[in-house]
């Protein structure tokens, strides 16, 4: 929530500083003799300044949360360091005593040596405890204790504060709990850093790009890894589109086609193609055509409802504009309704390989020995998450870089999209 929030305030006062001070400024082009802008989406074009605030905030953000060292701001991050509190204890006699809990809080994967404990008189002896940044540690004071066995036996106060079973207590740098089972358990104060098995500082999953780029990950380099991962996405999708697009034509043109095929797709659009990987599996086997079944799936409703969608949608002037000069039904094809269809092809195909995307790491956790989702799974397996992430990462550059591919072949096969 601390996160969202400081993004949106982010977005926020971005959006206005850059308001301000672009503002005077004439606009330049084609959109600036436009008398309407508001809903033509022609005239929408991306802000440069807010595309790299957003792509610096997010940075900034990710190395705030995890005490990167390539920021300059940091959230308060856990607790590190010396620290101690006392507890008070009381036998069956009645008598009571105090005694020290000294602490060392310590960096994950650090191995310091246990504090020294200084002797005392009296029943209650001191103790002390390593403990790691983030986590917790439960204390057994009471084996310290001359009496502890007995059952008048039991703690009552932490610094002072009385304290029961099952209630816990504030103490300098952290918390202190008393479990049902009168043992002391010890919380380090935590910030609001993220724990480094929940999400990597960016230099940590740069150098693991590195690492994996020059020496590989599982007997396979990583560029193996991306380009099988590439290549099934690719027959996949290219598949599903020579498939679903010609039956999508044929749904809008014949009242049969679409009755016949139309429960079929509504039916099957809604079903994730997670759900058909056991399917897939019992039909097609673990290798190499499951995976390529499962994301023909995955692109075949999306490619079919876009060309449906784009044949549906042309208008009916132009039908009978292009009957009136004489074109036949072949040349209406061709010149009518594939031009004017291609929009709607090109929104569901930048759809479709989003959803290919998403769906190769699932496909690939079948059998799979090379693959940027087999890598990303067996990693998860072993906690690496900065493994994870670089994966992550990779897939969303390289599904950008097709998606800008795509953009820019739409603008030179439809260029009158959006002026007309």
């Not at 705030?64 to 060292?69: L, V």
């Not at 023909?296 to 002037?317: D, H, K, Q, Y």
Request: with cysteine; proline share 5%; glycine share 10%.
């Amino acid at each position: 929530m601390i996160i969202l929030t400081m993004y949106i305030a982010i977005f926020v006062g971005a959006y206005f500083v850059v308001s301000l001070l672009q503002r005077g400024k004439d606009a330049k082009g084609f959109n600036s003799l436009k008398t309407v802008t508001f809903g033509d989406e022609s005239a929408v074009t991306p802000n440069r300044a807010a595309a790299f605030i957003s792509v610096i905030t997010i940075f900034l953000i990710w190395g705030a949360f995890t005490d990167s060292k390539l920021v300059p701001l940091h959230v308060s991050g856990p607790f590190v360091g010396a620290t101690s509190f006392t507890y008070t204890a009381k036998n069956a006699a009645g008598d009571t005593g105090q005694g020290k809990v000294s602490i060392l809080v310590h960096k994950i994967g650090d191995r310091p040596e246990k504090p020294a404990v200084a002797a005392q008189e009296g029943f209650v002896q001191n103790d002390s405890i390593l403990v790691g940044a983030w986590r917790s540690k439960l204390i057994n004071v009471k084996r310290n204790d001359e009496g502890y066995k007995e059952d008048g036996y039991q703690i009552v106060a932490i610094d002072g504060r009385p304290i029961k079973a099952g209630e816990s207590v504030e103490v300098d740098d952290g918390k202190v709990a008393l479990t049902e089972k009168k043992s002391l358990n010890f919380t380090p104060k935590k910030g609001l850093q993220l724990e480094p098995i929940w999400m990597p500082a960016p230099e940590a999953v740069v150098g693991r790009f590195i690492e994996i780029a020059q020496q590989g990950y599982q007997n396979f380099s990583l560029w193996e890894h991306l380009g099988w991962s590439l290549i099934r996405v690719i027959v996949g999708f290219v598949i599903g589109a020579l498939v679903g697009i010609p039956l999508g034509y044929a749904m809008g043109l014949s009242g049969w086609f679409r009755g016949w095929f139309d429960p079929i797709v509504e039916f099957m659009r809604p079903v994730p193609p997670l759900a058909l990987i056991p399917l897939v599996i019992i039909w097609f086997g673990i290798w190499e055509t499951g995976k390529i079944v499962l994301l023909f799936l995955a692109s075949l409703w999306i490619m079919t409802i876009a060309a449906r969608a784009g044949v549906s949608g042309i208008n009916i002037s132009k039908v009978h504009a292009a009957y009136s000069l004489g074109a036949s039904k072949r040349q209406l094809m061709w010149h009518v309704i594939v031009p004017n269809s291609l929009p709607e092809i090109f929104t569901g195909a930048r759809v479709a390989m989003g959803v290919c995307w998403g769906t190769v790491v699932a496909a690939e956790l079948v059998a799979a020995q090379k693959g940027a989702g087999m890598m990303i799974i067996a990693a998860s397996k072993f906690q690496l998450t900065d493994i994870v992430l670089m994966g992550i990462i990779m897939i969303g550059i390289i599904g950008y870089g097709i998606d800008i591919l795509m953009r820019k072949t739409e603008r030179w096969l439809v260029p009158w999209k959006g002026k007309h």
